[in-house]
């Protein structure tokens, strides 16, 4: 059996080490229309087309909203992206503005590159010095807000370096809060964190829920020349009233990754330009997990890392058959799917479901070649959003 080349198109420049994890049966495509499966960074999809062919996105790296969720959803097109790949990146950045903010080192050295370097450049450092000084971060308390796969790593280098942490985080995942150091002090209410911590760092995803997360109300109750410190996402912050508190003086210094024309006129800012992932070992890691959990849904069916569908998986497909219906969540799927099985006469050897919101899928694993166009019918059902069929590890050519 002749088995079908699959097509992915780059929407970006994608790490060679990910692009070397796609086996023989991928091959590059330019027409992002005759492609399977799209990789994308940074590139704007938002009003892109969804080709019909088209079955996964992934996306090399955590935030998607550049991606049209909903008109994927909607098409049955799996959107993957890579959390905790650039983990490591992010933590060591904020660890960075931390110190930034703590002492005007940017200030300094600034100004020396202004200072002609004659006889007297060691007289002027000495009397202009103090202008730049700030304090230690040892022995400051530091509250991390959300301590997830960056914010844990942020946690435990303030526990190195002698702070004393905080963390709220209400939904910490528990293979994250294993890894926690134990002298985390973690809080049930975000306020109590707010009013207590001299630096706060924000690491939780941009959710309808999180969306103005610190708002005038928080910066209100935070310490007088407490810093605010944000890599996750702009629009946790009410920018508004952050400006107001820092001409103010409340608030000590905002540091973010996340430049625009509001924030680069407040005072007492230091904005980066989105520099969070801008690592070569994190664009490796990304792009390295976004061909795998990309071809394990090729290949088998599987889903892990989507953003729009449940997680899903039977492993490696060995039967003669595997059938993967994505579907609207609603009553009845399940129960019309299987007693059309049956009237075929086909065998189910094993199946699993899952559901997350409006949405659900099944994998069904089949002892018999299921022909493609007894599946291909399950496809024009009601609720139904794409079905696909892969045989034996890898779909025969040509492709429903």
């Not at 963390?167 to 809060?177: L, M, N, R, T």
């Not at 992932?277 to 061909?291: H, I, K, R, Y």
């Not at 409006?358 to 599946?375: Q, T």
């Amino acid at each position: 059996m002749r088995m079908k080349q699959r097509q992915v198109a780059l929407f970006n420049d994608i790490s060679p080490k990910g692009l070397k994890e796609f086996g023989e049966n991928y091959a590059i495509s330019q027409n992002p229309r005759e492609a399977d499966l799209w990789l994308v960074r940074s590139a704007d999809l938002l009003e892109t087309p969804l080709p019909q062919r088209l079955r996964a996105i992934a996306r090399a790296g955590a935030g998607v909203n550049n991606i049209p969720l909903e008109r994927c959803t909607q098409q049955g097109v799996v959107a993957f992206n890579t959390p905790g790949a650039n983990a490591n990146a992010v933590a060591e950045l904020a660890v960075a503005g931390m110190l930034l903010s703590a002492r005007d080192i940017l200030g300094g050295a600034n100004w020396l590159r202004e200072q002609t370097p004659d006889e007297g450049l060691s007289q002027r450092v000495e009397q202009h010095k103090k202008a730049f000084s700030g304090s230690e971060i040892r022995g400051k308390r530091l509250g991390v807000i959300g301590l997830g796969a960056v914010g844990h790593l942020v946690a435990n280098a303030g526990v190195a370096m002698g702070m004393e942490v905080w963390g709220y985080d209400p939904s910490i995942a528990i293979e994250h809060a294993l890894k926690l150091a134990l002298s985390v002090r973690h809080v049930a209410q975000l306020t109590e964190l707010i009013e207590a911590c001299d630096y706060i760092t924000l690491h939780v995803p941009l959710l309808e829920s999180t969306r103005g997360l610190i708002g005038e109300a928080q910066l209100a109750r935070m310490r007088r020349g407490a810093v605010l410190l944000n890599f996750s996402r702009d629009q946790l912050v009410d920018e508004e009233a952050l400006g107001k508190a820092l001409a103010k003086g409340r608030i000590k210094k905002y540091v973010t990754d996340f430049a625009n024309k509001q924030v680069m006129a407040f005072p007492n800012t230091l904005a980066l330009p989105h520099l969070g992932a801008a690592t070569g070992e994190a664009e490796e890691n990304s792009a390295v997990m976004a061909a795998r959990v990309a071809q394990d849904y090729l290949n088998n069916g599987n889903i892990a890392n989507s953003v729009n569908f449940p997680t899903i998986t039977l492993g490696r497909a060995a039967h003669p058959t595997r059938v993967l219906v994505l579907h609207r969540n609603v009553p009845g799927i399940l129960s019309e799917v299987t007693s059309l099985m049956a009237q075929e006469g086909i065998n189910i050897e094993q199946m699993v479901s899952a559901s997350r919101g409006g949405v659900a899928c099944a994998l069904f694993d089949a002892s018999i070649i299921v022909p493609r166009a007894f599946a291909m019918q399950l496809a024009h059902k009601p609720n139904i959003l794409k079905v696909r069929v892969i045989y034996g590890g890898g779909e025969p050519f040509p492709a429903g």
